[in-house]
Protein backbone atom coordinates (compact mmCIF):
# COMPACT_ATOMS: atom_id res chain seq x y z
CA UNK A 1 0.00 0.00 0.00
CA UNK A 2 2.97 2.20 0.49
CA UNK A 3 4.00 2.29 -3.15
CA UNK A 4 0.47 3.11 -4.18
CA UNK A 5 0.05 6.39 -1.27
CA UNK A 6 2.86 7.55 -2.61
CA UNK A 7 2.34 7.74 -6.11
CA UNK A 8 -1.73 8.55 -6.06
CA UNK A 9 -4.06 9.96 -4.17
CA UNK A 10 -6.12 7.16 -2.95
CA UNK A 11 -8.82 9.59 -1.33
CA UNK A 12 -9.97 9.59 -4.62
CA UNK A 13 -11.03 6.70 -6.53
CA UNK A 14 -7.86 5.79 -9.02
CA UNK A 15 -7.15 3.67 -11.80
CA UNK A 16 -4.83 1.02 -12.18
CA UNK A 17 -4.17 -1.52 -14.97
CA UNK A 18 -1.58 -4.44 -14.11
CA UNK A 19 -0.33 -6.90 -16.21
CA UNK A 20 -1.15 -10.32 -15.10
CA UNK A 21 1.94 -12.12 -14.90
CA UNK A 22 2.60 -15.98 -14.14
CA UNK A 23 5.29 -18.55 -12.74
CA UNK A 24 5.41 -20.49 -16.27
CA UNK A 25 7.94 -19.57 -18.29
CA UNK A 26 5.39 -17.76 -20.86
CA UNK A 27 4.16 -14.83 -19.02
CA UNK A 28 1.20 -13.04 -20.89
CA UNK A 29 -1.83 -13.85 -18.96
CA UNK A 30 -4.01 -11.09 -19.96
CA UNK A 31 -4.28 -7.41 -18.05
CA UNK A 32 -6.83 -6.30 -14.89
CA UNK A 33 -8.37 -3.00 -14.29
CA UNK A 34 -8.88 -2.14 -10.70
CA UNK A 35 -10.04 1.12 -8.94
CA UNK A 36 -8.51 1.91 -5.39
CA UNK A 37 -10.15 4.18 -3.17
CA UNK A 38 -9.63 4.76 0.42
CA UNK A 39 -11.50 6.83 3.27
CA UNK A 40 -9.72 7.91 6.02
CA UNK A 41 -13.16 8.67 8.06
CA UNK A 42 -14.55 5.50 7.46
CA UNK A 43 -11.25 3.63 7.86
CA UNK A 44 -11.74 1.24 5.06
CA UNK A 45 -10.20 -0.09 1.50
CA UNK A 46 -12.23 0.12 -1.51
CA UNK A 47 -11.44 -2.37 -4.62
CA UNK A 48 -13.27 -2.33 -7.59
CA UNK A 49 -12.66 -5.36 -10.12
CA UNK A 50 -14.11 -3.76 -13.41
CA UNK A 51 -12.38 -6.11 -15.62
CA UNK A 52 -10.14 -8.07 -16.95
CA UNK A 53 -9.12 -8.87 -20.54
CA UNK A 54 -6.85 -10.64 -23.00
CA UNK A 55 -7.15 -13.81 -20.52
CA UNK A 56 -4.99 -16.75 -21.41
CA UNK A 57 -7.38 -19.67 -22.03
CA UNK A 58 -6.77 -22.07 -19.26
CA UNK A 59 -9.48 -25.18 -20.07
CA UNK A 60 -8.80 -27.48 -22.98
CA UNK A 61 -12.10 -25.79 -24.77
CA UNK A 62 -9.99 -22.99 -25.01
CA UNK A 63 -11.80 -20.80 -22.48
CA UNK A 64 -11.31 -19.85 -18.80
CA UNK A 65 -13.79 -19.50 -15.88
CA UNK A 66 -11.57 -16.31 -14.12
CA UNK A 67 -12.19 -14.76 -10.75
CA UNK A 68 -10.16 -12.21 -8.94
CA UNK A 69 -9.12 -13.02 -5.35
CA UNK A 70 -7.86 -9.77 -3.34
CA UNK A 71 -6.09 -10.62 -0.11
CA UNK A 72 -4.96 -8.06 2.42
CA UNK A 73 -1.81 -8.48 4.55
CA UNK A 74 -1.04 -6.42 7.46
CA UNK A 75 2.76 -7.41 8.42
CA UNK A 76 3.30 -10.68 6.27
CA UNK A 77 -0.34 -12.28 7.70
CA UNK A 78 -3.63 -12.41 6.24
CA UNK A 79 -6.23 -10.01 7.19
CA UNK A 80 -9.13 -10.75 5.07
CA UNK A 81 -9.53 -12.46 1.46
CA UNK A 82 -12.31 -11.61 -1.06
CA UNK A 83 -13.25 -12.84 -4.16
CA UNK A 84 -15.31 -11.97 -7.26
CA UNK A 85 -18.03 -13.50 -8.89
CA UNK A 86 -16.82 -16.25 -11.47
CA UNK A 87 -17.18 -15.62 -14.85
CA UNK A 88 -18.14 -18.61 -16.67
CA UNK A 89 -15.77 -19.16 -20.28
CA UNK A 90 -15.14 -15.69 -20.33
CA UNK A 91 -11.98 -14.56 -21.80
CA UNK A 92 -12.74 -10.84 -21.19
CA UNK A 93 -15.11 -10.68 -18.02
CA UNK A 94 -16.59 -7.74 -16.59
CA UNK A 95 -17.52 -7.71 -13.47
CA UNK A 96 -17.65 -3.96 -11.70
CA UNK A 97 -17.68 -5.28 -8.53
CA UNK A 98 -16.40 -3.52 -4.96
CA UNK A 99 -14.57 -5.53 -2.41
CA UNK A 100 -14.50 -3.49 0.94
CA UNK A 101 -11.67 -3.58 3.66
CA UNK A 102 -11.31 -2.43 7.09
CA UNK A 103 -8.05 -0.53 7.02
CA UNK A 104 -6.99 1.28 10.58
CA UNK A 105 -5.38 4.75 8.98
CA UNK A 106 -2.32 3.49 11.74
CA UNK A 107 -1.67 0.18 9.44
CA UNK A 108 -1.75 1.61 5.77
CA UNK A 109 1.85 1.66 5.28
CA UNK A 110 2.43 -1.85 6.60
CA UNK A 111 -0.09 -3.07 4.40
CA UNK A 112 -0.49 -4.89 1.09
CA UNK A 113 -2.90 -5.71 -1.30
CA UNK A 114 -2.27 -9.24 -3.34
CA UNK A 115 -4.47 -9.52 -6.20
CA UNK A 116 -4.97 -13.00 -8.14
CA UNK A 117 -6.79 -14.19 -11.35
CA UNK A 118 -7.74 -17.16 -10.76
CA UNK A 119 -9.29 -20.11 -13.07
CA UNK A 120 -12.08 -21.87 -11.68
CA UNK A 121 -11.50 -25.12 -12.49
Known amino acids: MR ?3 DKSD ?3 WTEYTMQIV ?3 EKNDFGDL ?3 LLYSPNEQKLYVTVAKAYNLRPMDITGASDPYVKVEQVYRGKRVKLRKSSCKRANLNPVYHETLEYDLPLNQVAETNILVQVMDWD
Open 3 to 5: DLF
Open 10 to 12: LYT
Open 22 to 24: GSQ
Open 33 to 35: LLY
